[in-house]
C-alpha cells in the first residue's frame, strides 16, 4: 500500500470511529490521530519518500514513549494501542 494511501485509510477508520463508536472508542481515536499526525508530519519533514513501514515503527515508538511517561493508565495503553494494531493493518 502506498504511503498516502496508507494515511488516508487510518483517517477513514478514525473519522468513522467518531461517528459509530463508544465514549472509550472516541477517546484512543483522537489519541490515536494526534500521534500518527505528529509522527507523520515529523517524518515527511525529514524523508522525501516516506514509506509504511517507517511511519509505522514511528508512530509505535511515540506511543511507546508516551506510555512510559505516564500519559496514559493501563486501560487506555491497551485502548490505543489495541486500536493502532487494528487500523495500522
Known sequence: ???QQFLDNIQTQLDDLVVTGSDDDL???GYLQGHVSL?????E???AEPQ??????????????AIEAGELN???QALVVGLW?????
Open 74 to 76: 493501563p486501560q487506555d
Open 45 to 47: 519533514l525529514e524523508e
Open 1 to 3: 500500500m502506498a504511503y
Open 39 to 43: 509522527s507523520a508530519g515529523q517524518y
Open 85 to 89: 494494531e487494528r487500523v495500522s493493518q
Open 52 to 65: 509504511v513501514a517507517e511511519l509505522k515503527v514511528r508512530v509505535k515508538a511515540s506511543l511507546n514513549k
Open 27 to 29: 477517546f484512543a481515536s
